[in-house]
C-alpha cells in the first residue's frame, strides 16, 4: 500500500506487530457502511461516475458476504481491517476500487468505524437496561409488601420493603441508561472529510456523508476529529460506573443467597455446584459480574493512560483504543444479559425476610417518633428508645414483646396504641412519603417506572 518510498519490505515481525486486523476485522460491517457512504458522496460530488459507484456498490455487496460466510481471507500484510477491504475491492472491480481512498485516510475513516460500531452497540445496551428495568419493576410490584431489614454499615436498620429495595436498583440503571444515551449523543458527530489530519482540498461534501450515515454533523476541526477518542473514554467511564452498579448488586445477591441470609434462591440455572461438595449451590454468576467490574475499570483506567499526554493529531497508540473498548462492550452487554434475565426471576424468600427483620430492634425508629408526637423532642426520645432497647436485649425480647408496664416504666406517655407502632407492616406503612419504602409508595413507583422507560 506504500511501497514507492521503502526500500526493504516490512520485517515480518514488525508487520504482525504493528497489525491490529486480528482485532478490528469485527467493524468490517461499518467499515464497508462507511466507504459506501463516501462513494455516494464522491459521485454527488463527480469524483465517480455512475459505473464506477455501482461497481463499487457490487464489490462491497460481495465483500459482505464473503465476510459473512467466513470465506473472506484475511492477511495481515494488509495491516487492518481498512486495507483488507480495500485492497479486496480492487481486486474484484480493478481501478474503480483505487478511486474509493480518494479525499479519505485510514485516520478519519477508522475514527469514523469506531463511532459507527460503538453507537451501535449503544443502542443494544441502552435495550438491555430496559430490559433488566422492565424485570426489577415486576419484581418490585410482586413483592411491595415484602418486608426485610434495610441495612446501614450491614447491621440491622429500618425495616423496609424488597419492592423498595428493587427499585433503588431500578434507580442506578436509569442514570446508566441517561448516560449512556447522553454519550451516544455527544459522540454523534462525523470525522470523514478530516482526511489525515488537516482536511481535503477535493470538494468533498461532509453534510451529504454525515447525513447519510446519520451522523448530526461533520466534526468542526480535521485535527480534533482524527485524533479525539474522548467518546471512548466516556463510553467505558459510563460502563465502569454501570459495573459497579452491577457488582453492588452482586454483592447482595451472594449474601442473601447464603445459608446465614437465606432471603432468596437463584434459579438453579444460573448457579453452578462443587466438583468436591455435593451439598454446594454457588453464586458463580454474581461473583463473576462482581469479577468482572473490575477489569472494565481497567479498561477505563487504559483509555485514559493512552491519550494523556498525545500530541495533536493521530499517533499510531490510538489502535490501542480497541481492545479495550471492544472488552468494555462484551463484558457490559454479557453481564445485563446475565442479571437481566436471572434477578426478575429471583425466588423470594419472604418468611426468611419477615424474620430477620423482627431481630435487630429494626422498628426502634418508629418508637421514637412515636414519642416525637406525643410531645417528646426527638433527642428525648432517642434516648428513652435507647434505654428501652438495652433492656430488650438484656431480657431477649423484642420491643414488640415488652408488656405495656414495662414500656410505661421508660415514659409514661406510651399508651396501649404503641404496639401498632412497633409492628414491622405499621413501620413500613408509615414511610409513605415521596420516595419511602410503603407498599403504597412503590406500587406509585411501579407505574412512574414503567411510564419512564417507555419514553
Ligand atoms: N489500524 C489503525 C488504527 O487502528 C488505522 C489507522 C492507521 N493510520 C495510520 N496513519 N497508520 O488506528
Known sequence: ?????????????????????????????????????????????????????????KGMAQITEEIDNGSFEWSVSLEDVHMNIESRLTQLIGDAGKKLHTGRSRNDQVATDIRLYLRQAIKQLLDQIRYFQA???????????????????????????????????????????????DCQQRMNQLPLGAAALAGTSYPLDRHYTAKLLDFDMPCRNSLDAVSDRDFAIEFCATAAICMTHLSRMAEELVLWSSAQFNFIQLPDRYCTGSSIMPQKKNPDVPELVRGKSGRV??????????????????????????????????????????????????????????????????????????????????????????????????????LSELSLEEMQGFNNRIEADVFEVLTLEGSVNARNIVGGTAPDQVYLQVEAGRKLILD
Open 135 to 181: 424485570g426489577l419493576l415486576n419484581l418490585a410490584e410482586s413483592e411491595a409488601e415484602t418486608i426485610l431489614p434495610g441495612f446501614t454499615h450491614l447491621q440491622v436498620a429500618q425495616p423496609i420493603t424488597f419492592g423498595h429495595h428493587m427499585l433503588a436498583w431500578f434507580e442506578m440503571l436509569e442514570r446508566d441508561h441517561s448516560r449512556l444515551a
Open 297 to 398: 475499570n481497567g479498561h477505563l483506567v487504559s483509555l485514559l493512560t493512552l491519550m494523556k499526554s498525545q500530541p495533536l493529531a493521530y499517533n499510531k497508540d490510538n489502535q490501542e483504543d480497541k481492545e479495550p473498548l471492544f472488552d468494555t462492550l462484551e463484558t457490559l452487554s454479557g453481564s445485563l444479559r446475565a442479571f437481566g434475565d436471572m434477578v426478575p426471576n429471583l425466588n423470594v424468600n419472604r418468611d426468611a425476610m419477615y424474620a430477620a427483620a423482627k431481630q435487630g430492634y429494626a422498628t426502634a425508629t418508629d418508637l421514637a417518633d412515636y414519642l416525637v408526637n406525643k410531645g417528646l423532642p426527638f433527642r428525648d426520645a432517642h434516648e428513652v428508645v435507647g434505654n428501652a432497647v438495652a433492656f430488650g436485649i438484656q431480657q431477649g425480647k423484642d
Open 1 to 57: 500500500m506504500w511501497g514507492g518510498r521503502f526500500s526493504e519490505p516490512t520485517d515480518a515481525f514488525v508487520e504482525a506487530f504493528t497489525a491490529s486486523v486480528f482485532f478490528d476485522q469485527r467493524m468490517a460491517l461499518v467499515d464497508i457502511q462507511g466507504s459506501l457512504a463516501h462513494a455516494k458522496m464522491l459521485h454527488r460530488i463527480g469524483i465517480l461516475d455512475d459505473d464506477e459507484l455501482t461497481a463499487i456498490e
